[in-house]
């Protein structure tokens, strides 16, 4: 309550400068709260490129922004509580189920939906395919297990994971799917990229996770594992599936959404903001190239996301509507 007090009246003062100074156009909404946008920053480089494109977006717009290094599973809830006040690469396959449980909740709005299709899926190189046929077939995979066990697994295969905040459902469908393998989560995504890089050097068996859009597509030749197609009752209910008694016998989304979420505080306090940022909309050709400016030609966020503005001047500019 005293929050959106103080933000109404922080509102006031916002359009006397504004009416003052006479602002252009693409400038702060007057009915804006005066204080910075808070964007949340995760571990991927799309995701760290596109927060400055939104947040360079916005501050050609009038505003000013804040990131907030935040957990891409937790966000949401953060998001709920005001920490932060949009997510604008909710992937399906990732984050969907911890996006919906706030969006129920109603303190979440589900903005937009990009033009981006999304696909997180366990993924192997392309040489796999002579030492262990049938793939990408799951089931195949698991025939092929001791192929992929180390030290660390013993006698079944490894599957290395992303970061553990990203997807949450990996142990559940390896017992779902009774594989025998074991999820070693990887620290980082740059760990991720230099043991693919590893293995693919000397054709070693490896199997990890990955996604499109990203870099990795440009530069190895590979697969998604094919499991089970993916259903909503898959996560809920255990007598869905191949498996009678567990849940998570699927893949993830084969063709996920890639959504933003917003605040339903910042709706209330910045309109303006929320207008332009319900406007950002990114292709599977932005994601991928702002994923390759960083993971193949090295550059960081802020690099990359000068570059990105730089060849896509009037996309950004139409969000702002210039
Ligand atoms: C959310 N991510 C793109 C890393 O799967």
């Known amino acids: ?146 192929l992929f066990a180390t030290a660390e697994t013993g006698d079944k295969g490894r599957f290395l994971g992303g970061p553990v905040d990203w997807l949450k459902g990996d142990e559940e469908r390896v017992e779902g799917l009774g594989m025998n393998f074991e999820v070693v989560n990887a620290g980082s995504a740059a760990t991720l990229w230099s043991e693919l890089d590893a293995a693919s050097a000397n054709n070693e068996p490896i199997v990890l996770f990955n996604w499109t859009p990203n870099f990795v597509e440009a530069v190895y030749e590979g697969s998604f594992i094919e499991f089970p197609e993916f259903a909503e009752e898959c996560r809920t209910d255990p007598a869905w599936g191949v498996n009678p008694d567990l849940t998570h016998d699927c893949g993830n989304p084969a063709n996920g959404y890639l959504k933003t979420g917003v605040g339903q505080h910042f709706i209330d306090e910045m309109p303006g903001a929320y207008a332009i940022v319900q406007n950002v909309d990114l292709t599977n050709a932005d994601l991928a190239a702002m994923a390759a400016m960083v993971d193949v030609d090295g550059m960081d966020a802020v690099e990359a996301a000068e570059k990105w503005m730089t060849d896509n001047d009037a996309t950004w500019r139409g969000w702002i509507g210039e």
Not at 32 to 47: F, G, L
Request: glycine content about 8%; hydrophobic content about 40%.
């Open 1 to 146: 309550m005293k929050a959106k007090i103080l933000a109404v009246f922080l509102g006031v003062i916002f359009v006397a400068a504004a009416c003052g100074s006479g602002s252009d156009s693409g400038s702060a909404s007057g009915d804006d709260a005066d204080r910075a946008v808070k964007i949340p920053t995760h571990n991927w480089s799309s995701q760290l490129v596109s927060a400055e494109v939104v947040g360079r977006t916005l501050i050609e717009a009038g505003y000013e922004v804040e990131y907030v290094p935040s957990d891409s599973q937790a966000v949401y809830a953060a998001m709920c509580e005001g920490d932060v006040d949009l997510v604008h690469e909710v992937w399906e396959g990732a984050f969907g189920v911890a996006f919906q449980e706030q969006v129920d909740s109603g303190c979440v709005v589900d903005a937009h939906t990009h033009n981006a299709v999304t696909r997180e899926e366990w993924w192997y190189p392309a040489y796999m395919e002579d030492q262990c046929p049938g793939l990408p077939d799951w089931e195949a995979l698991n025939a092929c297990s001791d």
